[in-house]
């Protein structure tokens, strides 16, 4: 009987422990609705000084990158703009890994619940975790590289603010790790990001993230990317990428081709 | 959670929103062709073809529209092969598998591929009805 009233007591202080760490029900913010980010698959559009968009070549300034990883960066721009980046979502095959989840197109979705927010992206698609509860980061011996990491955040006020690590980030992208984006941004495994996820108003909502890498940057990287409600009604659909990949990767050469119609690459393959 | 404001302060935060998501959508216009990098196409060049539709690919990661368009008279049509958005992003702005129907005439303009081959990132299209879809101007 008294094994029993401890474990009652034991039960009681832990729901009691976790209610406070993670936000009551009624005290969370409505972010329903169906979104979509504003403005090209860039990841900082901010850092943008001429061309540099998905479908255009030209430079673009760095993020405050070390002259190592810059050097790093400046071969993925030459690759890119000779469609040999070996971009990891072509293959169609893996997740677009954090923080390039929260630079997708198609549409978005922030499921809020009290121990948990879900960020479901149309593309992919992808689904990153932010744990609420009060639970910590696991050990570092504990842990491995994942494309999302591990998020554990907390609430203040309207303001989501979420710590994610282990992130599977190297600076190969032959390697299959996450890149950013297009442009061929790669960030260390040492990467860290602090994001601040809120709703501005009912139809926009904003991520700041500040981007720290002890290996790759030399200063913090603080980005921000903004989402836009999408009409009352807006479907979500499947986002079958290996339907009709007419875009897949070379192996051989790195190079992203086009098939034709029947199945062969056309042009030049080398 | 929710404020009271004026009228008048609601009207201008609706206008600069407004203007938010019209320079986003301006600005996000290249995410139509998101899977992969566009660099193989030609970004300074708009090619038009007409021709026949063979086939609308309505589906992930990118839709293809399959043009046959006579090159010379008498010869074989050349199959053009025209990449366009997701059907997820394209069904959102009133795009339908129905849209290019089979065997329809349509002049449509593309980013060609740099290397000559017979493909193109798709820019708009007109029928014969005069109707048209995407960037016609």
């Known amino acids: 009987m008294k094994l029993l009233g401890g474990a009652c007591v034991c039960v009681l202080l832990t729901a009691a422990l976790v209610s406070a760490q993670s936000q009551s029900r009624d005290a969370l913010p409505d972010w329903t609705g169906v979104w979509q980010m504003m403005g090209g698959t860039v990841f900082d559009r901010a850092t ?9 070549r030209g430079q673009r300034e760095q993020p405050p990158y070390n002259a190592e990883w810059e050097a790093i960066y400046q071969r993925n721009l030459k690759l890119r703009d000779d469609s040999r ?23 978005y979705e922030f499921v809020v619940r009290p121990e948990q927010t879900w960020i479901l992206t149309e593309n992919g698609p992808n689904t990153l975790r ?37 992130m599977r980030m190297s600076r190969y992208p032959e390697s ?17 990001v602090v994001t601040r996820l809120r709703k501005v108003n009912d139809e926009l909502m904003e991520a700041r993230m500040v981007i720290e890498d002890a290996k790759a940057l030399t200063a913090p990287w603080n980005v921000t990317k903004t989402y836009r409600r999408l009409q009352k009604g807006t479907r979500v659909y499947d986002y079958a990428c290996a339907e009709n990949n007419r875009n897949p990767v070379d192996a051989a050469t790195g190079r992203t081709l086009i098939l034709g119609p029947d199945g062969k690459p056309l042009g030049d393959v080398k | 959670m ?31 062709v998101a899977h992969h990098a566009g660099t193989m196409f030609s970004e300074d060049q708009t090619k038009e073809l007409t021709g026949t539709v063979k086939e609308f690919q309505f589906t992930n990661p990118h839709s293809w529209i399959q043009v046959l368009v006579e090159t010379t008279p008498g010869a074989p049509p050349q199959e053009w092969s025209i990449e366009w958005g997701s059907p997820n992003q394209l069904s959102r702005q009133g795009i339908r598998p129905s849209t290019f129907k089979f065997g329809t005439k349509v002049t449509v303009r593309v980013r060609p591929m740099r290397d000559g081959s017979p493909a193109g990132s798709f820019v708009g299209a007109k029928f014969d009805d005069g109707k048209t879809v995407g960037r016609w101007d």
């Open chain 1, 85 to 107: 980046l070996p971009d990891p979502i072509n293959t169609c095959g893996t997740p677009a890994g954090f923080p390039r989840l929260m630079n997708l197109p198609d549409t």
């Open chain 1, 48 to 56: 943008a000084k001429s061309e540099g968009g998905v479908l255009t």
């Open chain 1, 130 to 166: 932010i744990y609420t509860d009060g639970r910590a980061h696991p050990a570092p011996e504990d842990r491995w590289p994942t494309y999302t990491g591990d998020s554990v955040g907390h609430w203040e006020g309207d303001t989501l603010v979420f710590d994610t690590v282990s």
């Open chain 2, 2 to 32: 929710r404020s009271i404001e004026p009228s008048g302060v609601r009207a201008v935060r609706y206008l600069i929103v407004g203007l938010l998501v019209t320079c986003g959508l301006l600005a996000g216009s290249p995410a139509l």
């Open chain 1, 176 to 192: 299959g790790d996450t890149v950013l984006d297009r442009t061929g941004l790669v960030l260390s495994d040492a990467a860290h």
